[in-house]
């Protein structure tokens, strides 16, 4: 079994800052790319911010400059460090993993975390 345990959201103002974290358990052998979507109320899920198994990053253009992504790869943990949070930046953050499994055949499959909300008060 794997899981993806995601905390930290709140409630910030606008121009405050969180930090999300997402750890990974259970039989895994390697972790490839990790991902934050979110998604707002009557909006589409949306890519916010990647990072692969080599450190390479991209974001979306909506929080570029604001967000970063990083990972640690000791303790299977992707964090977002949001800044300078936005009204519009208000949704349930998820987190995504792109895994290699440690079990027959080492099968890749891709997890999410449960959602964790983030609200930011104008």
């Known amino acids: 079994q794997v899981q993806l345990l995601e905390s930290g959201g709140g409630l910030v103002q606008a121009g405050g800052s969180l930090r999300l974290s997402c750890a990974a358990s259970?039989?895994?052998?390697?972790?490839?790319?990790m991902a934050w979507y979110r998604q707002a109320p009557g909006k589409q899920r949306e890519l916010v911010a990647v990072?692969?198994?080599?450190?390479?990053?991209d974001y979306a253009d909506s929080v570029k400059g604001r967000f970063t992504i990083s990972r640690d790869n000791a303790k299977n943990t992707v964090y977002l460090q949001m800044n300078s949070l936005k009204p519009e930046d208000t949704a349930v953050y998820y987190c995504?993993?792109?895994?290699?499994?440690?079990?027959?055949?080492?099968?890749?499959?891709?997890?999410w975390g449960q959602g964790t909300q983030v609200t930011v008060s104008s």
């Open positions: 995504n993993a792109d895994l290699t499994l440690l079990t027959l055949g080492y099968p890749r499959k891709y997890y």
């Open positions: 259970g039989s895994i052998f390697s972790i490839n790319r």
């Open positions: 990072i692969t198994s080599g450190g390479s990053t």
